[in-house]
C-alpha cells in the first residue's frame, strides 16, 4: 500500500521553542493531508486540512497562528508548534489520501512531542 | 456536532474466542465507515471498510453496518493476543471523525 512517512518520530524541546514536523506521501500525490493529535487515552482529533498551494482550513479551537501549516507540494506538508508550551505535548499524526480517493487514507507513524 | 461512540473497554477475550466491537454514530448521511487498529504508541491502520447494510467479511475479520440503527460493528473471530490493541471507529463526514476507540485484551 501507499506510504506516508513523518520526520521526526520523536522531539524533546524546551517551552518556547517551535518545532517543525513533515509529513510526506512517498509513492502517490496528495493535494491534500490532514494533521491529527491525540492526546494519551484519547481519540484522534483533526486539528486542520493541509491543501497544497493554499491556506490550510483549521478546526474549531486550533489556533492558526500557533499551529502554522505549509503544504508546498504534492508530497510534502509541513506542521510547526510555535512557541511550544507543555499543554502541546502530545502525539501528532498526518495522514494523506490518493489524490481523487478520499476515502482512501494513509496515516504517517506519528511524532511524539514533548515539550518540557 | 457528529459524534462517533464507542465503549473505552477493555474488552478481554481468551485466545481463540470472537471479539465484538460495536460503535455509533450520530448523523444519519454518513455513508463511509472504517474500522482502524491501533497499537500503543503507533498510528491507526485501516483493518476495514464498509459502505452498505449488511456484513463484510475480510480474513478473521467481519464488519456489519445498520444504518437504520446507525450501529457499526467489528467482529474478529479466532481472536489472537496480537489482536490486542485499540480499535477506532471512524466515519468519513467532510472529514474522518473518530471514536475514542475500545481497547481490546487477548489473553493467553
Known amino acids: 500500500g501507499a506510504v506516508v512517512s513523518q520526520h521526526p518520530s520523536w522531539v524533546i524541546c524546551k517551552s518556547g521553542t517551535s518545532v517543525k514536523i513533515e509529513c510526506r506521501s512517498l509513492?502517490?500525490?496528495?493535494?491534500?493531508m490532514f494533521w491529527y493529535r491525540q492526546f494519551p487515552k484519547q481519540s484522534l482529533m483533526l486539528m486542520a486540512t493541509s491543501n497544497e498551494g493554499s491556506k490550510a482550513t483549521y478546526e474549531q479551537g486550533v489556533e492558526k497562528d500557533k499551529f502554522l501549516i505549509n503544504h508546498a507540494s504534492l508530497t510534502l506538508s509541513t506542521l510547526t508548534v510555535t512557541s511550544a508550551h507543555p499543554e502541546d505535548s502530545s502525539f501528532y499524526i498526518c495522514?494523506?489520501?490518493?489524490?481523487?480517493?478520499?476515502?482512501?487514507?494513509?496515516f504517517g507513524p506519528g511524532t511524539r512531542l514533548l515539550v518540557l | 456536532q457528529k459524534e462517533v461512540e464507542q465503549n473505552s473497554g477493555p474488552l478481554s477475550v481468551p485466545e481463540g474466542a470472537i471479539a465484538s466491537l460495536n460503535c455509533t454514530y450520530s448523523d444519519r448521511v454518513s455513508q463511509s465507515f472504517f474500522w482502524y487498529r491501533q497499537y500503543s504508541g503507533k498510528s491507526p491502520e485501516l483493518i476495514m471498510s464498509i459502505y452498505s447494510n449488511g456484513d463484510k467479511e475480510d480474513g478473521r475479520f467481519t464488519a456489519q453496518l445498520n444504518k437504520a440503527s446507525q450501529y457499526v460493528s467489528l467482529l474478529i473471530r479466532d481472536s489472537q493476543p496480537s489482536d490486542s490493541a485499540t480499535y477506532l471507529c471512524?466515519?468519513?463526514?467532510?472529514?474522518?471523525?473518530f471514536g475514542k476507540g475500545t481497547m481490546l485484551l487477548v489473553s493467553p
Open positions: 509513492d502517490f500525490q496528495a493535494t491534500t
Open positions: 495522514s494523506a489520501p490518493p489524490t481523487g480517493v478520499q476515502e482512501t487514507q494513509y
Open positions: 471512524a466515519i468519513l463526514y467532510s472529514t474522518l471523525t
